[in-house]
């Protein structure tokens, strides 16, 4: 019974010792944290800064109006009704108007591709989306993700576009790569629009809007992969090695995929006809396919 005491007092002197140095050490540990803490929060600050300069930098940027349309002759591997086309900003595919339809809903699935900048001081975008029209006329009804490449860092943001304004709105901004999306725009009749975003990963970054428009045509429906255009033109392509559209559908009258309508396979390529994002052939379903960055312009 008597060792008791003397270890509980050995405990004590040691835990007096260490509390001892504990006080000794706790000013300097305390500012230790605090300067992390500071530090943190600095970090933090200029990110929010960076995000803010790098959305300003997108306010005015122009989405699904493609530049110059080069029709090729169709492969032998190519689909009924496909028809191969070169444009200097598009690529992926669109059904047209050439049998005289009309389109009324749009839908696809994607995972957000991942981005790297090819240069660490010029702006780099490449867009992801659905929409109707916009391919042969002026009209735009669009929506899906965008990625943002502003002086050497990346962001992710989800977005819609809607004619006469035609410039994008920005939602979501904590899109990541490897996010589950999917998107539609829909003609709900009346002049009356329909178009949602649903990030599965992040629902900080779905959306779901109505909008109205008097001069809307309807006259085709798109999956694209694409380097927008702003103030100076188009804007150089980021490297976001592929992105495939899965489940793709399409209503004109009835509903289908991309291959049950007149369907259009779009290449992009630089002003020497040089290719920068190449789209596979279209799934054995015909609801899907992948592009393929090649360069950046």
């Known amino acids: 019974m008597l060792r008791l005491p003397r270890t509980l007092c050995g405990s004590l002197v040691a835990g007096a010792a260490a509390l001892s140095l504990g006080l000794a050490s706790g000013p300097a540990a305390s500012a230790s944290t605090a300067q992390a803490s500071t ?5 933090v600050s200029q990110q929010a800064r960076a995000l803010a300069v790098a959305r300003n930098a997108i306010k005015h940027l122009k989405i699904g109006q493609h530049g110059r349309i ?3 002759d169709s492969h032998s591997t190519a689909v009924t009704g496909q ?10 595919y669109a059904d047209d108007n ?5 389109y009324s809903e749009v839908a696809g699935s994607w995972t957000e591709p991942g981005v790297s900048c090819t240069s660490s001081s ?3 975008l490449a867009a992801f989306w659905v929409g109707l029209d916009g391919y042969n006329t002026d009209s735009v009804e669009q929506d899906g993700t965008l990625a943002e490449c502003y002086d050497g860092a990346v962001y992710h943001f989800t977005w819609w576009e809607m004619y006469p304004t035609n410039a994008i709105q920005v939602v979501g901004e904590s ?8 998107a539609y725009a829909v003609d709900e009749g009346g002049g009356t629009y329909a178009l949602s975003v649903t990030d599965y990963s992040d629902s900080a970054d779905s959306f779901s809007t109505v909008q109205t428009c008097s001069g809307c045509a309807d006259a085709s429906a798109e999956w694209i992969a694409e380097a927008p255009s702003g103030g100076g033109g188009i804007y150089p392509l980021p490297n976001y090695g592929s992105w495939s559209v899965s489940g793709a559908t399409v209503t004109s009258g009835s509903q289908g995929v991309i291959s049950s309508f007149p369907d259009d396979e779009i290449t992009m390529v630089d002003g020497s006809g040089n ?12 609801d899907g396919f992948t592009t393929y960055w090649e360069a950046s312009s």
């Open 98 to 102: 050439s049998s005289g339809s009309t």
């Open 275 to 286: 290719p920068e994002s190449v789209p596979s052939g279209l799934s054995g379903s015909g």
């Open 175 to 182: 899109v990541n790569p490897g996010d589950s999306i999917y």
């Open 39 to 43: 530090a943190q929060v600095r970090h």
């Open 83 to 92: 028809n191969q086309v070169e444009t200097n900003n598009w690529s992926g």
């Open 70 to 72: 080069h029709r090729m």
């Open 122 to 124: 010029d702006t780099e």
